[in-house]
């Protein structure tokens, strides 16, 4: 299920960043701009993200991509051992959205204006765009969402074995 789940955003994520180069890219180069899809509120429009969220940490693409590839073979080991069907999918969804930008960051090339430096210092393609908030993609959709999932089974005391957790009488 979790490897499902990675590979249904993976596929998702990629399909857009596809569709965001070849129609949102040449808008925005061009100088026409975003599509406004619900006027100011909610546009898509195109950016080579080197960074994080927020602008945070543009000179640092390679190390986004270390961080990506850890957590990769941490959730793939960690899948072996789920009894959750919960814990299956937002781990599939953290799995699938940081794979996702570790393909944007290991296929393409830095951002506008930065030299080569190696793989792992490519931009990320984002193009959602709300007001007072950075710009973004489906994998980070899927990663902000299976953190919210996996806080609220935290919280249900739910167990990667799907088991209750154990009360402690005190």
Do not use: H
Not at 115 to 126: F, L
């Amino acid at each position: 299920m979790t490897l499902g789940v990675a590979a249904l955003v993976i596929v998702i994520d990629q399909a857009t960043k596809a569709w965001a180069l070849a129609t949102l890219e040449p808008r925005v180069a061009s100088g026409e701009g975003p599509i406004e899809v619900v006027g100011t509120w909610f546009r898509l429009t195109f950016v080579e993200n080197t960074g994080a969220g927020f602008g945070i940490g543009a000179g640092f693409t390679w190390l986004f991509a270390i961080i990506a590839a850890v957590v990769a073979i941490v959730i793939i080991r960690t899948a072996t051992r789920l009894g959750s069907m919960a814990w299956a999918i937002a781990l599939g969804g953290l799995l699938g959205g940081a794979v996702g930008n570790l393909i944007d960051r290991l296929i393409r090339p830095p951002g506008f204006g930065e030299e080569y430096a190696g793989p792992g210092q490519g931009y990320v393609v984002d193009f959602f765009q709300l007001p007072n908030w950075p710009v973004f993609n489906v994998a980070d959709m899927a990663i902000v969402g299976s953190a919210v999932l996996m806080v609220i089974l935290t919280i249900r005391g739910v167990e990667l074995s799907g088991k209750p957790r154990a009360s402690v009488d005190a």
